[in-house]
C-alpha cells in the first residue's frame, strides 16, 4: 500500500514539474542522487519512508475503528431514547388512568337490596348496620351520585322489588363515600322510577356528610374505538373498574317493561352481576352512560364481552322528571 502512494506521487510530481528539469522524487532516491545528499542521509531518507509507509495504514485502521465505533454509538441512541419515551408513555397512561378511577370511584355507590324480616318490620335499626343478618339478600347492584342532595341514579331492574312492594318488607341499604373520604351507609328511598329506560331515582339523608357528584359528560359525540371504562360492584367486589372501548352505538336492547331501548351503547368493558346501574366513563372522567346489561354465554352466567349502556343524553332528559314528579315525562298526561 506504501508503494503504490509513493508511486502515484512520483507520478503527479513528474506531472507538476517544469520541462527540463529533474524530478524531485528520483533527487532522492536511486543513482544519481543529488551530490550535497551523503551517504548516511540517504539512508536515514529510506527507513523515514519505510516508518511512514507502514505507519499509514496502522493509522488508518484506527481511525477505521473509532469512526466504526461512534457510529454504532449513534445508531444505539436513537433505540435507547425511543424505548425511555414508550416507557414515559405507559407511565402516563397509567397515571391518567389511576387518576380518572380515583377521582370517579367516590361518587360510585354500592346497593343492596333486602327483604326484612316480619318481626322487624318496624325497625329502622336494621339499615343503619352492617349486620344484615336479620334480612335476606335479594341482590346487588351500582349507582352514582346525581347531585349534592343525596340522589342516586340506578337501574329500575336494580330496585325493581322496592319500587314494586306492596309489603313494606323491602329495603334498600346504600354504601357511600362522602366528599371527604368517609365511608358510611343510609337507607336508600325511591323518588322516581322509568322501566322504558331501565332508569330508577333513589335519595339517601345525608346526616352532615357532603357527597360528589359525578361529572356529566355527552353520549351523542362518542366514537366507536375510543376508549371508555366502569367502575361498579361486580359479584359484591365494591369499587372495581374494567376497561373498555366503544364497541358499537345506536344498539336497541329490550327494556323491564318489554319496550325496546334505542341509542344504547355497546362496549366490551366487562358488566357483570352487580354493575348494573354503575357508570361508564370516559377518557376524561365524565359520565357518558348508565351500564345497564350484557349477553351471557348460555348457561354460564359468564359475560360474552357484549355489554350495554344507556345513553347519558337519555339520562339526563329522564332523571330530572323522576326527581320532581317521581314519573317520566311521558307518563304525566
Known amino acids: ?17 517544469p520541462p527540463g528539469q529533474p524530478s524531485p522524487a528520483s533527487s532522492l532516491s536511486g543513482k544519481g542522487a543529488c551530490c ?7 539512508r536515514s531518507c529510506r527507513l523515514t519512508r519505510r516508518r511512514s509507509a507502514l505507519l499509514v495504514p496502522a493509522a488508518a485502521g484506527v481511525a477505521a475503528l473509532l469512526f466504526e465505533s ?6 444505539a441512541l436513537p433505540a435507547s431514547a425511543q424505548q425511555e419515551q414508550t416507557a414515559d408513555e405507559l407511565r402516563q397512561e397509567e397515571d391518567r388512568l389511576v387518576s380518572i378511577f380515583q377521582e370517579t370511584s367516590p ?17 329502622g335499626k336494621l339499615m343503619l348496620t352492617e349486620d344484615d343478618d336479620d ?11 346525581w347531585d349534592k342532595f343525596g340522589h342516586i341514579v340506578t337501574n329500575y331492574h336494580v330496585v325493581a322489588k322496592l319500587a314494586t312492594d306492596k309489603s313494606g318488607l323491602q329495603r334498600c341499604k346504600i354504601y357511600l363515600v362522602d366528599a371527604t373520604g368517609n365511608s358510611f351507609v343510609q337507607e336508600g328511598k325511591i323518588v322516581g322510577f322509568d322501566p322504558a329506560y331501565d332508569l330508577a331515582v333513589l335519595k339517601v339523608d345525608l346526616d352532615g356528610h357532603k357527597l360528589k357528584p359525578v361529572t356529566l359528560g355527552t353520549s351523542n359525540d362518542l366514537r366507536v374505538g375510543q376508549s371508555c371504562f366502569a367502575i361498579g360492584n361486580p359479584y359484591g367486589y365494591e369499587n372495581t373498574l374494567t ?14 317493561d318489554g319496550r325496546a331501548i334505542r341509542g344504547a351503547i355497546q362496549t366490551d368493558a366487562a358488566i357483570n352481576s352487580g354493575n348494573s346501574g354503575g357508570p361508564l366513563i370516559d377518557s376524561y372522567g365524565h359520565v357518558v352512560g348508565v351500564n345497564t346489561a350484557t349477553f351471557t354465554r348460555k348457561g354460564t352466567g359468564v359475560s360474552s364481552g357484549v355489554n350495554f349502556a344507556i345513553p347519558i343524553d337519555t339520562v339526563v332528559r329522564t332523571v330530572p322528571y323522576l326527581i320532581v314528579y317521581g314519573t317520566p315525562y311521558s307518563n304525566r298526561f
Open 107 to 123: 361518587s360510585v355507590v354500592f346497593i343492596k337490596d333486602l327483604e326484612i324480616a316480619k318481626a322487624t318490620r318496624s325497625s
Open 135 to 145: 334480612a335476606k339478600l335479594e341482590g346487588t347492584g351500582s349507582g352514582f351520585i
Open 70 to 75: 461512534r457510529c454504532n454509538f449513534f445508531a
Open 1 to 17: 500500500m506504501g508503494s503504490l502512494s509513493l508511486s502515484f506521487i512520483h507520478s503527479l510530481s513528474r506531472l507538476s514539474q
Open 36 to 42: 550535497s545528499c551523503s551517504s548516511s542521509s540517504a
Open 243 to 256: 376497561t373498555g372501548v366503544v364497541s358499537g352505538l345506536g344498539r336497541e336492547i329490550p327494556s323491564p
